[in-house]
């Protein structure tokens, strides 16, 4: 694999994660959208819980995919023998953990590196999308008590 190869594929996957992330959160944002709506006492309190649930859900599931979308990458090619060995590895570098003890090949390294960059910044923009979901709820929680 030459490297102008290797940073093609990883330009289309970062831009296949960020697309499956932009419409994700998108959708999550319509679904708490709608769900949004005046309560009292605690069947808002359930409600908030609820929406902090999902949305908790719903990131996880996302970033679910963008792993799962590397690991076949990383199978499809070839970079890694087993299906296990490329879900454990894609895990091990979207997260930045990078464990070690599973290593591409010389003709993959930049791709696995650019894996980690790209889970680290979907990563920050799921942590302030929740923060912001959060934030929401709690101005709402506010509002509520303030009008008892």
Excluded: K
Excluded at 23 to 31: D, K, N
Excluded at 36 to 42: I, L, Q, S
Excluded at 62 to 89: K, P, Q
Excluded at 123 to 139: D, H, P
């Amino acid at each position: 694999m030459n490297l102008v190869t290797e940073l093609g594929a990883a330009t289309a996957l970062v831009a296949a994660t960020c697309a499956i992330h932009l419409f994700g959160i998108a959708g999550l944002m319509l679904l708490l959208r709608r769900h949004r709506g005046r309560h009292d006492g605690e069947v808002a309190l359930v409600r908030q819980a609820l929406a902090i649930i999902g949305a908790a859900a719903g990131l996880f599931v996302l970033h679910g995919a963008e792993i799962w979308l590397y690991a076949c990458f990383y199978l499809w090619t070839g970079a890694l023998d087993t299906l296990e060995m490329a879900l454990y590895f894609s895990t091990a570098s979207y997260t930045t953990v990078g464990y070690g003890d599973v290593v591409l090949g010389p003709g993959w390294r930049v791709l696995g590196a650019i894996e980690s960059a790209n889970g680290l910044i979907l990563l920050g923009w799921s942590t302030a999308f929740f923060v912001a979901i959060v934030g929401r709820i709690r101005w709402l929680e506010s509002e509520i008590g303030n009008t008892q």
